[in-house]
Each structure stands twice: as C-alpha cells, then as structure tokens.
C-alpha cells in the first residue's frame, strides 16, 4: 500500500512540474493556424483558391494562402498583393451587392 501511495505521490508530482504541454500560438492545434516561417515570392491570383488571416492568438499575425492544388502557404500581412487578393475574396466585384 505504501508502494502504491508513493508511486502516485509520485506520479503527480511529475505531471505538476512537467510543462510538455504545446503552446498553441507556436503549432498548429486544432483549428487554429499559425504561422513560424512567411514566404515573401508573389502567387498569380489564378492560382489561388482561398486567402484567410491568421487566427487572432498567434503571435505573428499574417495571411494563409491556399493554392489550387491545395497547399497553404503564409505571407506577411504588410505584402500588398495577399492583401488585394485577401479583400477581393472579401467582396468580390459583381456580387451583386451595392455599396
């Protein structure tokens, strides 16, 4: 019984102390997306499916672009090309929608 309460004594000591979980502004969890590295080369609009900005609690706020082929690819949200074609998808032109 002794061996049992110390092992568990134990045991919770080790996970208090452990600090194993990740950060979720550093990986991807769930349906959060966050970026670590951005690519500064230019996409044709033609080839992109989907643009949609970085969840709001990462650390590095930026865009993720989708390709057609279905790669995400993440870009500094001061590039101007990301962002035209971020608020294009927005509101595209011809949607019937008066301003």
């Known amino acids: 019984m002794k061996t049992l ?4 004594g134990m045991l919770l000591l080790i996970a208090c102390c452990c600090n194993a979980m990740p950060d979720a502004q550093l990986y991807n969890t ?14 044709p609009r033609k080839y992109v499916s989907e643009v949609k900005k970085t969840h709001r609690s990462c650390m590095r706020k930026g865009f993720i672009v989708k390709t057609v082929k279905g ?3 993440c870009f500094r949200k001061s590039e101007p090309w ?3 074609a971020y608020n294009q998808m927005q509101n595209p032109e011809g949607s019937g929608q008066q301003q």
Not at 5 to 8: K, R
Request: hydrophobic share 40%; charged share 15%; proline share 4%.
């Open 30 to 43: 769930g349906p959060v997306k966050c970026c670590n590295k951005f690519s500064s080369f230019v996409i």
């Open 82 to 84: 990301v962002l035209k």
């Open 71 to 73: 790669r995400s690819i």
């Open 5 to 8: 309460c110390l092992s568990l």
